[in-house]
């Protein structure tokens, strides 16, 4: 399972962890959520998660994101990185 340390920059380029739990839609969501136990909102938490391509399908991922509501939004790749990005310019 990825950590929660922040994103670091060498040579300029974002290097973050990865998040990969084992199971279905319900079990992502749950570990996920503890995943950001002790996370007080005040800044932004960029998680790259990943999903076991060779298991889900694509109603798996679309499971999961009815069962996350705030404070998770799924973003594109490109998208993460640039709002990723934007935050580490002003941190």
């Known amino acids: ?8 920059r060498p040579a300029g380029l974002p290097v ?9 839609a319900q079990e992502y969501r749950d570990t996920l959520v503890r995943h950001i136990e002790g ?5 932004p938490l960029f998680i790259a998660g990943a999903v076991n391509a060779w ?10 994101s009815e069962l996350l509501g705030d404070p998770f939004e799924i973003v594109r790749g ?14």
């Open 55 to 64: 298991n889900w399908a694509p109603a798996d991922i679309a499971e999961l």
């Open 16 to 24: 973050i962890g990865n998040f990969s739990p084992q199971g279905r």
């Open 39 to 43: 996370w007080d909102g005040g800044r």
């Open 1 to 8: 399972m990825g950590d929660r340390r922040p994103a670091s």
């Open 78 to 91: 490109d998208a993460f990185f640039k709002l990723l990005r934007e935050v580490m310019i002003t941190v």
